[in-house]
């Protein structure tokens, strides 16, 4: 009873807060963005919400959470956000080129920007979701996929529990169905001869696992969503 009761008055509370009208704006890179042939799953998640919902994807490949900062795409991002708007935020593949400009430390600065993401969203109202990297197709020549990620994911899934943000744990799931699949089964979720970025199906798959992770935890209010 008392579970159904905090159903309710969940429920209730999102309706009372849920705007009549919002948006949807994405930051990532290249996994995310729209890089035809190339897909990012930012294309993909709008046929999860509410018709009419508006979907503005400013993901662009090979930016990190730093450079997307530094290039002033996070300033375009935030100052079009109001309340109630949804952030979609997922970065790592190029944190990790720490040798490169953009690159930063999962331990200190990837936090310390993943930290300015959720503040400056709270300061508009608006309801930010982190999303951990996907998996790269890199397998050990034992056949187990490679975590080399491991470390972003850790970290932004820590900066989330501090922030009070949710997070999809796209790395998580992603490593354990391209485990399941071995290298050979997972070909077709790529791009032609690449092991990072994502076909068209392999895109699609991402949007999926984060809408029905979101819709399974309530990340959002139903209305929301379709």
Not at 47 to 61: D, H, Q
Not at 121 to 131: C, E, P, T
Not at 157 to 177: F, H, W
Request: include cysteine.
């Amino acid at each position: 009873m008392k579970k159904t009761i905090n159903g309710l008055l969940l429920t209730l509370f999102f309706a009372a807060t849920a705007p009549a009208e919002f948006k949807v704006l994405v930051a990532g890179d290249s996994t995310v963005a729209n890089n035809a042939p190339k897909c990012g799953w930012g294309d993909f998640i709008g046929v999860y919400f509410k018709s009419g919902t508006e979907v503005i994807n400013l993901a662009k490949g090979g930016r990190s959470t730093k450079s997307f900062i530094t290039e002033g795409r996070w300033n375009d991002l935030i100052s079009c956000v109001q309340p109630g708007d949804v952030v979609f935020v997922q970065f790592g593949h190029n944190d990790q080129k720490i040798n490169e400009e953009k690159g930063t430390n999962p331990e200190t600065d990837y936090k310390d920007y993943l930290r300015k993401y959720a503040d400056e969203v709270a300061g508009k109202s608006g309801r930010l979701i982190f999303i951990t990297p996907p998996r790269r197709r890199t397998y050990r020549d034992d056949g187990t996929i490679k975590s080399d990620l491991q470390p972003y994911c850790d970290a932004m899934k820590a900066v989330a529990a501090e922030k009070n943000v949710p997070v999809v744990d796209l790395y998580t799931m992603t490593g354990e169905e391209m485990q399941r699949l071995g290298d050979d089964g997972t070909e077709f979720l790529f791009d032609t001869g690449d092991r990072s970025h994502f076909s068209k199906t392999g895109a699609e798959w991402l949007a999926k696992l984060i809408m029905d992770t979101v819709r399974a935890e309530k990340m959002l209010p139903p209305e929301f969503l379709k």
